[in-house]
């Protein structure tokens, strides 16, 4: 077999979003505290604060999930998100006050994007 591992330009090439058109990143640390498993991601709570989450952690709502589509107005920000079985979370965040909360579904996200405006969204721990 030949050598598989990628050059960092051919790194960056996969991590660039091309609909959002900027460079896609994940945060990850390493906590070697004793009894600690490892990786974890770095992530901000609904609070605003930075916590960590284990890679794969399925108590995390939105571990394998993916960018389906975003929309940024000025005024509502929504981003959509969706796993591999088609399942999909929408994040909108009023800009003037800060306030995300969340809408979710099992599938058809085509649909439920197209008509994110009349979607019945919830807070976080509502949500989840």
Known sequence: MGDIRKTEQEILNESYDWLLSLLGVSLWGYDDTPGAT???RL???PSGQLETSIAGDTSDPFSGYG???F???G???YIMEQNASGAWI???VIQATGVTTYAKGSS???TNWANRASLI???YNSTF
């Open 38 to 40: 490892g990786a974890r």
């Open 43 to 45: 992530a901000v709570n």
């Open 67 to 69: 960018l389906y589509a």
């Open 71 to 73: 929309l940024d107005d």
């Open 75 to 77: 005024v509502i920000m």
């Open 90 to 92: 929408i994040t909108k």
């Open 108 to 110: 058809d996200a085509a």
């Open 121 to 123: 969204y919830s807070d």
